[in-house]
C-alpha cells in the first residue's frame, strides 16, 4: 500500500540554522512527492513539488529531492526564518486514478530568535 | 485565500446529533476531495468526486457519513449519529486541471 512517514516534531531550531525534516515513502509505482505547509490559523499551502526520480522541489529557499533508490524525499532549508515555524507535512499523490494525496503525520518546526 | 471556502468553521454539536459542512470549490475545477485531521496527525482521504459522480471512499467513511455534490458544483459532508471519535478538522480541496490541490481552511468539529 502506500504510506509516508516523517520525523517526528517538535523540531526546535534558532534562526539562521539549517533545516532537515525527513520523509521516506512506500508506493505502488512512481507516484508525484509533495511537501505542504501549515501556518498557524492557516490552511494547508502546497510548498513544493517533484513528479519523478531526481527532480528537485524548490520554493521558499525550500529544497526536496525525489530519491527514488532510497524512497525519500527529505525537506532542507539552509538557513531558516522566525517566520517558518509552522507544521510541514510529506505527502504521496497515488498513481491510481482518484490522485487522491497520501499525508505523513506532519512535522512542526519551532524557530526562535 | 485560496479560493475555497468552507462553511462553518467551527461546528460543536452533542453526540448523537447530525451535522451538515459544505465546501464551494474554485469554480472551474473539478474535482473536489474531503479528507479528515486529527490532532498531530496529517489529514487523512476520505472520498472524492469527479463533477457530480462519487468515484471512491474511504474505509473511513462509515455508513454514517455521506457526502454528496449536486449539479458538480457545492459539497456536503453529512454526518448522522455524530459520535466523539467524529471530532476532527474536516478539510475540503479541489482541483482544477493542473495537479495543485487547493485547499479550505476547514471545519472544526468538536462533538460533546
Known amino acids: 500500500g502506500n504510506s509516508v512517514t516523517q520525523m517526528e516534531g517538535p523540531v526546535t531550531l534558532s534562526e539562521e540554522a539549517f533545516l532537515t525534516i525527513n520523509c521516506t515513502y512506500t508506493?505502488?509505482?512512481?507516484?508525484?512527492l509533495f511537501w505542504y505547509v501549515q501556518y498557524p490559523g492557516e490552511g494547508l499551502q502546497l510548498l513544493l513539488k517533484a513528479t519523478k526520480a531526481d527532480d528537485k522541489g524548490s520554493n521558499k529557499g525550500f529544497e526536496a529531492t525525489y530519491r527514488k533508490e532510497t524512497t525519500s524525499f527529505h525537506l532542507e532549508k539552509g538557513s531558516v526564518q522566525v517566520s517558518d515555524s509552522a507544521v510541514y507535512f510529506c505527502?504521496?499523490?497515488?498513481?491510481?486514478?482518484?490522485?487522491?494525496?497520501?499525508f505523513g503525520s506532519g512535522t512542526r518546526l519551532l524557530v526562535r530568535p | 485565500d485560496t479560493g475555497v471556502s468552507q462553511d462553518p468553521r467551527h461546528k460543536i454539536t452533542k453526540r448523537g446529533q447530525n451535522v451538515t459542512f459544505r465546501c464551494d470549490p474554485i469554480?472551474?475545477?473539478?474535482?473536489l476531495y474531503w479528507y479528515r485531521q486529527t490532532l498531530g496527525q496529517g489529514p487523512e482521504f476520505l472520498t472524492y468526486?469527479?463533477?457530480?459522480?462519487?468515484?471512491?471512499k474511504s474505509r473511513l467513511l462509515s455508513d454514517r457519513f455521506s457526502a454528496e455534490r449536486p449539479k458538480g458544483s457545492f459539497s456536503t459532508l453529512e454526518i448522522q449519529r455524530t459520535e466523539q471519535g467524529d471530532s476532527a478538522m474536516y478539510l475540503c480541496a479541489t482541483q482544477g486541471a493542473g495537479e495543485k490541490l487547493f485547499f479550505g481552511s476547514g471545519t472544526q468539529l468538536s462533538v460533546l
Open positions: 468526486f469527479q463533477n457530480e459522480a462519487q468515484l471512491e
Open positions: 469554480s472551474e475545477h473539478n474535482r
Open positions: 505527502a504521496l499523490r497515488t498513481v491510481d486514478s482518484s490522485y487522491k494525496l497520501i
Open positions: 508506493a505502488t509505482g512512481y507516484p508525484s
